[in-house]
């Protein structure tokens, strides 16, 4: 087992997740059927949720660079797995997290979020009609929950769940938890939340709040995990803070792009030769699981596992493929995100600052 699989297993057991399967979640997406979403916190909610249907859907924005990675694009493509099903799919820019943690200014995260991150997250398959957004700053009901849940959370929680413990910490998981539980104000219902494991603290933060709550009322949030994509290297999740080995969207120099995903950690043997003989590692191969995230014809990926782990595909044949595959991304992608961007430009987009505004979109 992979250092990767172990730590998730290790996730799952101590820490109270729960594996899902396609039975689990109802739906049938290529990210579930490959357990690219693979763990849920609150299964038994979980379960009620989607069989209900009484639910929402949400996830935050960092509008804190100009561009995302191969990494945002996986929890794009979750929240959609969840939105046709929900009452309500909810984006939140979360500027005010930017601003405490990443000293971005807000009128630049504004200024990137609507030029930048909302035509982005449309081109790659958000229905501008089925989605709400709202900015962390505008929105005066977050801050209220966020100050009910300073009274419940105690610093040792906050301690436990973080480790070392900052101001900007303890603000930014407050808002988080308003951001979580915001919808909620127009009347309770489950929130399901699709996010990488590195947001798991505030899902259990927020979790203990709910139990606890007194003035308000709320259901439970349930925490979706996506696993990661890894970084090129090898080792790790793929990462802004690592630029050559990560993968973005969209990616204007296609030359860079080639000599990326040429560089990038392969699980083929080192000579031709044994390559032919022993097949490659497909666990350890970061092209084969790049492209489990965004090859979505199943047959084709069979075909290409079969034939790079029987040696009959060598890695440089793999690298080309998905340097083609993404170079068809990057072209798609460029030219939606253009359109998109003057849909946000006109005001074509759902954008609330209270759940007052937030319930004419929930039935
Ligand atoms: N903290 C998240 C991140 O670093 C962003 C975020 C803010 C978020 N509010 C949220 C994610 C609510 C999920 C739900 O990416």
Excluded: W
């Excluded at 794009?76 to 969840?82: G, Q, R, T």
């Excluded at 009128?107 to 709202?134: M, Q, W």
């Excluded at 290409?304 to 440089?316: H, K, P, Q, V, W």
């Amino acid at each position: 087992m992979g250092k990767e699989m172990e730590r998730e297993v290790r996730l799952v057991e101590e820490f109270g997740l729960r594996n899902i399967s396609q039975q689990d979640v109802g739906v049938d997406h290529y990210f579930v059927r490959r357990g690219l979403i693979f763990a849920v916190r609150g299964y038994e909610e979980f379960k009620e949720a989607l069989q209900s249907g009484d639910f929402y859907t949400l996830t935050g924005i960092m509008p804190s660079s100009e561009r995302i990675h191969l990494g945002t694009m996986a929890v794009v493509e979750a929240l959609k797995c969840f939105a046709e099903k929900s009452r309500q799919m909810v984006l939140l820019i979360a500027d005010l997290e930017s601003l405490a943690t990443r000293s971005v200014d807000l009128a630049e995260a504004r200024k990137t979020a609507f030029e930048f991150h909302i035509p982005t997250y449309l081109a790659l398959g958000i229905n501008p009609d089925s989605c709400v957004f709202y900015f962390q700053s505008e929105n005066p009901d977050i801050h209220k929950i966020a100050a009910d849940a300073s009274r419940e959370i105690t610093l040792q929680e906050f301690r436990a769940v973080y480790g070392a413990l900052e101001p900007a910490r303890i603000v930014s998981s407050l808002y988080q938890i308003g951001d979580i539980l915001f919808p909620q104000l127009v009347r309770p219902m489950v929130g399901v939340i699709p996010v990488g494991l590195d947001q798991d603290p505030h899902i259990r933060l927020c979790r203990d709040y709910v139990r606890r709550s007194r003035f308000l009322k709320f259901k439970q949030a349930v925490g979706v995990y996506i696993r990661d994509v890894p970084s090129l290297k090898g080792e790790g999740k793929m990462s802004k803070s690592e630029p050559h080995a990560a993968i973005f969207l969209p990616e204007d120099d296609i030359r860079e792009l080639r000599r990326k995903v040429y560089k990038a950690f392969s699980g083929g043997a080192d000579t031709l030769e044994e390559q032919r003989k022993y097949g490659a590692d497909l666990e350890r191969d970061v092209p084969f699981k790049i492209l489990q995230f965004i090859l979505k014809d199943d047959s084709e990926l069979r075909r290409i596992a079969e034939d790079y782990s029987s040696g009959r595909m060598i890695s440089g044949e793999v690298k080309e493929f998905l340097f083609q595959r993404l170079v068809e991304l990057m072209q798609e992608l460029q030219s939606k995100i253009d359109y998109y961007r003057d849909v946000v430009r006109r005001g074509e987009i759902r954008i609330v600052k209270t759940a007052r505004e937030l319930a004419e979109y929930i039935d």
